[in-house]
């Protein structure tokens, strides 16, 4: 079992600067990928950002450049560095990871809201 907690979202404006944090407890040896979802009111979830352990990184088109994900293992801890943020940025964001098995594990989701 793996346990995801997110923080460090909030109210920010345009053009801010928030970083959020993941920070996760439980068997990982067999995690595949860790993650950052995101899912604004009446759209689906989305890919913001993953990292396999293989060490390839995938951005969603939308985050590319402003968005970065940093891992600090050392602290069990997976942040999202995100800059330049904008009204469309703002959704429930949410750390995943998913095994090699298939399980999947998912925080409870941290709010940003980036005003106009």
Not at 37 to 62: F, T
């Amino acid at each position: 079992q793996v346990h995801l907690v997110e923080s460090g979202g909030g109210l920010v404006q345009t053009g801010g600067s928030l970083k959020l944090s993941c920070v996760y407890s439980g068997s990982i040896f067999n995690i595949r990928t860790m993650a950052w979802y995101r899912q604004a009111p009446g759209k689906e979830r989305e890919l913001v950002v993953a990292h396999s352990n293989g060490g390839e990184i995938i951005y969603g088109d939308s985050v590319k450049g402003r968005f970065t994900l940093i891992r600090e293992n050392a602290k069990l801890t997976v942040h999202l560095q995100m800059n330049r943020l904008k009204p469309e940025d703002t959704a429930v964001y949410y750390c995943n990871f998913k095994s090699y098995d298939g399980d999947e594990y998912w925080g409870q989701g941290t709010q940003v809201t980036v005003s106009s």
